[in-house]
């Protein structure tokens, strides 16, 4: 899989999946939850309650993967995870690296052969962001997939320049 970095905002990606990072309630919030929600309208909101009220109705667990439609997003498929917080004393770095290859997995169930990822748990939950970077990259460079293409798309500059850097010291 081709895997690529990316400056911009997830919720203009022309891919066949977009991945949210949802909080469990699956419900909507703030950051890149709240931004495709309101990009994608309420079609993705009535698919998440349609889950919550069958599959998920204590909520999506951490590092765990679900789909439902784009709604008017310019990709097919939202792909919905939920990150871990960050923990100085607490290593849930195999939680962080599920919600990549979980994500992966949705999207060969779909049969999507594009994906875009944000920046999974690095700004309000307080993930170090070179180290959600490092973790990212390695999860999408070495999990067998289907999928062709996968992008990191990282909304300001400074992130991408991290994520440059971080992806030569690998």
Not at 44 to 73: D, H, M
């Amino acid at each position: 899989m081709r895997v690529e970095l990316v400056q911009g905002d997830i919720t203009a990606e022309k891919t066949d999946a977009i991945v949210n990072a949802a909080n469990s309630s699956l419900l909507g919030g703030g950051g890149v939850d709240g931004a495709i929600h309101r990009a994608g309208g309420p079609a993705i909101l009535a698919e998440c309650e349609k889950l919550r009220r069958s599959r998920y109705g204590k909520g999506l667990p951490t590092g765990e993967a679900v789909a439902t439609t784009a709604g008017r997003l310019p990709a097919r498929w939202v792909i919905h995870t939920v990150g871990p917080h960050y923990w100085p004393d607490e290593d849930q770095t195999h939680l962080l690296r599920s919600c990549y290859v979980r994500g992966l997995a949705v999207a060969d169930e779909l049969g999507a052969r594009t994906i875009a990822f944000p920046l999974i748990s690095a700004g309000i939950f307080g993930w170090p962001p070179d180290d959600a970077i490092r973790v990212a990259l390695d999860a999408m460079d070495t999990t067998p997939t289907s999928v062709e293409s996968a992008r990191l798309v990282l909304f300001d500059e400074e992130t991408f320049e991290l994520a440059g850097d971080v992806r030569s010291r690998m």
